[in-house]
């Protein structure tokens, strides 16, 4: 299954708007009679940006290994720093440092840089930057500065669109958070009151950069796209894809 969703990122290198799975459908297809979402020509199951990356790549540096590879090998580097720098944040540098070198030698990680695990460029796309919108939140909540709120919505903007509702982990930390301060059961000198209108920029920033292909993909692939949102939706309470609770 792997195989056939890296022919996506090669396939966007022809049209960069249009995420297909199978570039030449040779029978018409209908969403009637999809038993999954990799029937489908259009391919919506998860946002763009990890395809993006790798066309992207591809068109770099030709359509192979290393290019497929190499986004995932950069972000997965990238995110160890961005452990570092929490661990440090949150603690000191001898706190980051170690936690950076759990980070690094994680054989979970490190399955997913070589290409082992299912949608392994997604998850590493989606961990890079669900990390660097808790970093810059961590920056808002300590120094109390809105352009880091703003900044770590950018971020959470494009986690969405690595993973969809994923991408919004750092949006749940800034509402409990709040939640938290509001109750007094967070204070600390060292640590900035968050304010809803605080919130608010940091949710809405996201929406501003999450918006504009959330509503391209529904306007110009509305059947698939309501398709694709019922089934994130249905891993809640229903047997998909291999995946229960049983």
Same mark, same amino acid.
């Given at each position: ?103 690094? &030698?994680?054989?979970? #990680?490190? @399955? ?6 299912? %949608?392994?460029?997604?998850? /590493? +796309? ?23 709120? &703003?900044?770590?919505? #950018?971020? @959470? ?6 993973? %969809?509702?994923?991408?919004? /982990? +750092? ?42 292909? /959330? +509503? ?31």
């Amino acid at each position: 299954m792997n195989c056939a969703m890296q022919s996506s990122p090669r396939n966007l290198t022809k049209h960069l708007w249009k995420p297909t799975l199978y570039e030449q459908p040779y029978q018409p297809y209908h969403i009637s009679g999809w038993d999954s979402w990799y029937e489908s020509h259009v391919w919506l199951h998860k946002p763009p940006y990890a395809l993006w990356q790798i066309a992207i790549s591809y068109l770099i540096f030709g359509i192979n290994t290393f290019a497929l590879r190499l986004p995932s090998l950069v972000l997965s580097v990238l995110s160890v720093w961005l452990t570092y720098l929490i661990g440090k944040e949150l603690y000191n540098k001898h706190v980051g440092l170690l936690a950076a070198f759990l980070h690094g &030698i994680n054989p979970f #990680v490190l @399955q997913l840089i070589h290409g082992y695990m299912f %949608s392994d460029y997604v998850d /590493t +796309a989606l961990l890079f930057w669900v990390e660097l919108a808790c970093y810059l939140l961590l920056k808002a909540i300590n120094q109390g500065e809105t352009h880091y709120y &703003i900044l770590s919505g #950018v971020a @959470q903007g494009m986690a969405y669109l690595s993973k %969809s509702f994923l991408g919004l /982990t +750092a949006f749940g930390l800034v509402i409990s958070i709040y939640i938290l301060q509001r109750l007094r059961f967070f204070r600390s000198s060292k640590v900035q009151d968050v304010k809803f209108s605080h919130i608010a920029c940091q949710f809405g920033v996201s929406l501003l950069v999450a918006i504009p292909w /959330t +509503a391209y993909s529904f306007f110009r692939y509305k059947e698939e796209f309501l398709y694709e949102i019922l089934m994130v939706f249905a891993h809640l309470n229903t047997h998909v894809e291999g995946w229960s609770s049983g």
